[in-house]
């Protein structure tokens, strides 16, 4: 199994302190979807442990497609789960498909720098947060 592989299963354990053993002591993390960007792995986990309690309690990703060197890679996900949390968006109890992509930069095998893609209005059409376009239907 690859590193990538291991780290998604890590995220899969909702653990913040599981998946910052993936990154390196000088890690800059950014959700360009969220425009947050987190510094170092503490400010990292504590960003990952508030997913279940703001978020969604039962959030998973899914490989879509993964590339990797030892210095750069790209990963291509689908995050699955359920709008069952109200503090970062309002709760719908609907479940969604996100589909994002990841890339960054290693160093000595760890995630030095981390982007995530993923488009928000695809979550909000999903769990009814947002219309649908007329003749458009979210992605799934």
Not at 80 to 85: E, P, S, V
Request: aromatic share 12%; hydrophobic share 40%.
């Amino acid at each position: 199994m690859a590193w990538y592989d291991d780290s998604l299963e890590a995220w899969d354990s909702h653990d913040g302190q599981r998946i910052t053993s993936f990154m390196a002591p000088d890690v800059t993390y950014t959700d360009v979807a969220l425009g947050e960007t987190h510094s170092g792995p503490a400010d990292v986990a504590a960003w990952i442990d508030t997913m279940v309690e703001e978020f969604s309690t039962d959030y998973s990703f899914e490989t879509v497609f993964a590339f990797s060197t030892d210095s750069v890679y790209a990963l291509e996900w689908v995050l699955k789960g359920t709008n069952d949390r109200g503090k970062l968006f309002p709760a719908t109890g609907k479940p969604y498909a996100i589909h994002g992509v990841s890339v960054g930069e290693l160093e000595n095998g760890l995630i030095k720098r981390n982007t995530d893609y993923w488009s928000l209005g695809e979550f909000l059409m999903q769990v009814g947060l947002m219309p649908v376009p007329e003749g458009a239907g979210a992605a799934s």
